[in-house]
């Protein structure tokens, strides 16, 4: 499968049981993302990295509630529960998760602005070089897996299909937040800008 590679977003402590910022059965793509890597000869790991004073963080905002949303200078932010802070635990990728990667790409480390896409920060126009190192690689196509469905999966396999690249979203290899309707809201944006859908078995 030259030219296809496999992105694994955000497989962390904080959005599996018993982290900071939970998805439910969250830890059940460790096994399929697993047995999918074996089937990839590149592979990428995204990592959400945030310094603790960031600015998508309820606590960083007087007041705010988490799962509210603000109006950023960049647009609209849900502000969450403090996850996944630069070296802590939660923050470690699930422990069960292979991690032999070709690249593994941190973001989201800037505290002013978050970064769902593994492509571009929330401005969705500062790049975080994926896309050339991808192109350089050879990389036509992607198959993306990982957490959160809804959020940095979506925004993620958006912009990969703006890119121009090929891609495919394992829907039993991820799992969503569904805030307030979310989820339908993701799958519906993915598949109107041409992203792929397919199951584990049907990749294996
Ligand atoms: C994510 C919310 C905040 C994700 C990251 O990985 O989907 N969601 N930070
Ligand atoms: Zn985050």
Redesign the pocket.
Known sequence: MTGTALIV??VQND?CPGGA?AVRDGDAVVSPINALSAQYPLRVLTQ?WHPADHS?FADNHAGAAPFSTIEADYGPQ?L?PA??VQGTPGAAFHESLRTDADLIIRK?FRAAI?S?SAFFENDHETPTGLAGYLRERGVGALVLC???T????RFSAVDAAKLGFEATVVEDACRG?DLDGSLAAAWEEMREAGVRRATVAELL
């Open positions: 977003i955000d959005f910022l959400d998508s849900v969450w996850h996944c989201g978050d769902y990982g957490l959160a809804d959020f940095c999966v937040i």
